[in-house]
């Protein structure tokens, strides 16, 4: 290997690492932003009114 691919190998592992570092959080933040949303939007709802038929389909 010589000098010039070993130092293109190095600066594409750092613009990986670059990325990796970046998306990772992003998706974890987005991932607890939905979840955080759906927990509101449960605790909002209405509770659903008690049947008699809790297996029904009516």
């Known amino acids: 290997m010589?000098?010039?691919?070993?130092?293109?190998a190095a600066y594409?592992?750092?613009?990986?690492?670059?990325?990796?570092?970046?998306l990772v959080p992003t998706l974890q933040i987005r991932a607890a932003l939905r979840a955080a949303t759906r927990?509101?939007?449960?605790?909002?709802?209405?509770?659903?009114?008690?049947s008699d038929h809790p297996l029904s389909r009516e």
């Not at 010589?2 to 293109?8: K, M, Q």
């Not at 594409?12 to 970046?22: I, P, S, T």
């Not at 927990?39 to 008690?50: D, G, K, T």
């Open 2 to 8: 010589s000098y010039r691919e070993y130092v293109i």
């Open 12 to 22: 594409a592992v750092f613009a990986a690492m670059l990325l990796w570092d970046w």
């Open 39 to 50: 927990r509101l939007a449960r605790r909002q709802a209405p509770a659903a009114p008690p």
